[in-house]
T-cell receptor, first 115, second 111 residues
Framework: KAGVTQTPRYLIKTRGQQVTLSCSPISGHRSVSWYQQTPGQGLQFLFEYFSETQRNKGNFPGRFSGRQFSNSRSEMNVSTLELGDSALYLCASSPGLALSYNEQFFGPGTRLTVL | SQQGEEDPQALSIQEGENATMNCSYKTSINNLQWYRQNSGRGLVHLIL?????REKHSGRLRVTLDTSKKSSSLLITASRAADTASYFC???????????FGGGTRLMVKP
């Protein structure tokens, strides 16, 4: 099976702009999670989607949003970018079956730089 | 905020030696997972240990879990230069919809 893919891999934006990142999970996986990784805060959970529904959300401002489509692909959007949003954004997929807490499979990440 | 703390933050050893990394966490968990990350790339899953398990092996990896102390350790035996990476522990909540990561241990294995 193909792994988790994320596009784009690198992105440069300026403050105030908005950005959309895309994630395609492993075929058959219905759960997609997003994480932000920065040198200062480490790996932080953003949100998790299962069957087009957000099941959980981390402690991030409302500028961070996401959605999942019927084919399980997911997008996350960051509006009004700030310098501190510069980070590696990682997407992970898992089968997501209830009571089946399997490992998550991570994509290569999108490195976002905000100037 | 991070659930776990990892110790040490950095570790440098010679090839062939064993490497031990420790992880502590705060709340109840369903399972604990260890991941590896090479130089700012995506994470690779190494091993998962469920809350009712105490020890698990996978190749050169050995993981222990002590839920009474809310701690876990990862042992890499007979290390290789290719093991150089950052290692993260992550705890899965009981709802199964969120992984919380520790700060990671940067391991350097010198040839």
């Amino acid at each position: 099976k193909a792994g988790v893919t994320q596009t784009p891999r690198y992105l440069i934006k300026t403050r105030g702009q908005q950005v959309t990142l895309s994630c395609s999970p492993i075929s058959g996986h219905r759960s997609v999670s997003w994480y932000q990784q920065t040198p200062g805060q480490g790996l932080q959970f953003l949100f998790e989607y299962f069957s087009e529904t957000q099941r959980n959300k981390g402690n991030f401002p409302g500028r961070f949003s996401g959605r999942q489509f019927s084919n399980s692909r997911s997008e996350m959007n960051v509006s009004t970018l700030e310098l501190g949003d510069s980070a590696l954004y990682l997407c992970a997929s898992s089968p997501g079956l209830a009571l089946s807490y399997n490992e998550q499979f991570f994509g290569p990440g999108t490195r976002l730089t905000v100037l | 905020s991070q659930q776990g703390e990892e110790d040490p933050q950095a570790l440098s050893i010679q090839e062939g030696e064993n490497a031990t990394m420790n992880c502590s966490y705060k709340t109840s968990i369903n399972n604990l997972q260890w991941y590896r990350q090479n130089s700012g790339r995506g994470l690779v899953h190494l091993i998962l240990i469920r809350s009712n398990e105490r020890e698990k092996h996978s190749g050169r990896l050995r993981v222990t879990l002590d839920t009474s102390k809310k701690s876990s350790s990862l042992l890499i035996t007979a290390s290789r230069a290719a093991d150089t990476a950052s290692y993260f522990c992550a705890t899965m909540n009981n709802a199964g919809n969120m992984l919380t990561f520790g700060g990671g241990t940067r391991l350097m294995v010198k040839p």
